[in-house]
T-cell receptor
Framework: KQEVTQIPAALSVPEGENLVLNCSFTDSAIYNLQWFRQDPGKGLTSLLLIQSSQREQTSGRLNASLDKSSGRSTLYIAASQPGDSATYLCAVRGSSNTGKLIFGQGTTLQVKP | DAGVTQSPTHLIKTRGQQVTLRCSPKSGHDTVSWYQQALGQGPQFIFQYYEEEERQRGNFPDRFSGHQFPNYSSELNVNALLLGDSALYLC?????????????FGSGTRLTVV
């Protein structure tokens, strides 16, 4: 059974810092991994999608990496801003169950001005 | 290009009542999935629909049912509401059998059961 874990559960940093959010999964048989952002009480906004054959994806100040063999992904945020404050969720799409995403519980990030 | 649209945005129901939530997928998407997100938790998969049939289901009781219409829009129905059904319900759309494109989520419906 696939399980996804995100550490830490919460993180507070001063503005301008570079930071890394971690995501681990127990079953390496995945199609892809997707990182989402969620503002309080809102829906999910897709940030980056990494296919199982890829090592990383970049979008602006965000860079996501994937190490399928070790069951790990990281989301790197460069030069953090107060507007980055949100909950970040990672989700894997397993190759044995193609229909559903398995989510971690998220990391809540606060960037202080 | 409209993304995923969900209605209503908020809903308050009494225990034992029934509720229907609605979702219109992103243009070009034919598959709709529903997720339940309790406060402080990650979303949990309820079920997925394409070609107007339920194709996969998560660990949710039969009180949760759904429907997909020919225009790919979908409804989630929950019967005999319990206090524990209070959550944010998220709809996600995608293209069937495509792993190249990820899932697009709507803004959710906040259901409160009192």
């Amino acid at each position: 059974k696939q399980e996804v874990t995100q550490i830490p559960a919460a993180l507070s940093v001063p503005e301008g810092e570079n930071l890394v959010l971690n995501c681990s999964f127990t079953d390496s048989a995945i199609y892809n991994l997707q990182w989402f952002r969620q503002d309080p009480g809102k829906g999910l906004t897709s940030l980056l999608l990494i296919q199982s054959s890829q090592r990383e994806q970049t979008s602006g100040r965000l860079n996501a990496s994937l190490d399928k063999s070790s069951g790990r992904s990281t989301l790197y945020i460069a030069a953090s801003q107060p507007g980055d404050s949100a909950t970040y969720l990672c989700a894997v799409r397993g190759s044995s169950n193609t229909g559903k995403l398995i989510f971690g519980q998220g990391t809540t990030l606060q960037v202080k001005p | 290009d409209a993304g995923v649209t969900q209605s209503p945005t908020h809903l308050i129901k009494t225990r034992g009542q029934q509720v229907t939530l609605r979702c219109s997928p992103k243009s070009g998407h034919d598959t709709v999935s529903w997720y339940q997100q309790a406060l402080g938790q990650g979303p949990q998969f309820i079920f997925q629909y394409y070609e107007e049939e339920e194709r996969q289901r998560g660990n949710f009781p039969d009180r949760f049912s759904g429907h997909q219409f020919p225009n790919y829009s979908s409804e989630l129905n929950v019967n005999a509401l319990l206090l524990g059904d209070s959550a944010l319900y998220l709809c996600a759309s995608s293209i069937r059998d495509s792993i190249i494109y990820g899932y697009t989520f709507g803004s959710g419906t906040r259901l409160t059961v009192v």
